[in-house]
């Protein structure tokens, strides 16, 4: 079975900060892995995925995020927060061939402040 | 492309009414359609797999006669809440999948916020 564990249930970044959302995944085959955010009573948006090909992955409005086999992490980041990054982001990973399950993190709330 | 719909985005409901959630998949034709649920401040949790014309797969501890699931063709699935009571209420979000051309990511509607009094 797969999971991914999302440290931090808030972070808190001034504008123009670094945002750096954590995830870790468990899984006994190769993974796929996204990020998602989600603003206020509105669905999921994909920012980026990572499908086993380049380990560093680039995604919308500015967001990248590396998959590190030897750390089981894939570390959602943005080098300057703007104040419109404010939502929640969740990590999902699904297995390859799996059946196309997403498994999701718990979420983390971003919170930028000027 | 690769656009979900939902219908409605919000309901509210007297407790033992049935009510019916649809999600369309606009652009691409959905072999697959996901729902979820989400309560407030938590994530997402899988209820069932649906494949077009077979019966949905429901996750563990997901009653199949209280939501019930048809995705009678490539473009639009239901989930129709039978008999809801206040605890049934919660953010329902469908994805829709389309394997050949999009590999597996999904696609998310934009959510149905369920409120049953």
């Known amino acids: 079975a797969q999971s991914v564990t999302q440290l931090g249930s808030h972070v808190s970044v001034s504008e123009g900060a670094l945002v750096l959302l954590r995830c870790n995944y468990s899984?006994?085959?190769?993974?796929?892995l996204f990020w998602y955010v989600q603003y206020p009573n509105q669905g999921l948006q994909l920012l980026l995925k990572?499908?086993?090909?380049?380990?560093l992955v680039k995604g919308i409005n500015g967001f990248e995020a590396e998959f590190k086999k030897s750390e089981t992490s894939f570390h959602l980041t943005k080098p300057s927060a703007h104040m419109s990054d404010a939502a929640e982001y969740f990590c999902?990973?699904?297995?390859?061939?799996?059946?196309?399950?997403?498994?999701f993190g718990t979420g983390t709330q971003l919170k930028v402040e000027l | 492309g690769a656009v979900v719909s939902q219908h409605p985005s919000w309901v509210i409901c007297k407790s033992g009414t049935s009510v019916k959630i649809e999600c369309r998949s606009l652009?691409?034709?959905?072999?697959?359609m996901f729902w979820y649920r989400q309560f407030p401040k938590q994530s997402l949790m899988l209820m069932a797999t649906?494949?077009?014309?077979?019966?949905?797969?429901?996750e563990q501890g997901v009653e199949k006669d209280k939501f019930l699931i048809n995705h009678a063709s490539l473009t639009l699935s239901t989930l129709t809440v039978t008999s809801a009571h206040p605890e049934d209420s919660s953010f329902y979000i469908c994805?829709?999948?389309?394997?050949?051309?999009?590999?597996?990511?999904?696609?998310f509607g934009p959510g149905t916020r369920l409120t049953v009094l």
């Open positions: 994805s829709a999948r389309e394997w050949v051309r999009r590999g597996n990511e999904q696609f």
């Open positions: 899984s006994s085959v190769p993974p796929y």
């Open positions: 990572y499908t086993s090909a380049a380990t």
């Open positions: 999902a990973v699904t297995l390859t061939g799996g059946g196309n399950k997403l498994t």
């Open positions: 652009d691409f034709q959905a072999t697959t």
């Open positions: 649906s494949n077009e014309g077979s019966k949905a797969t429901y």
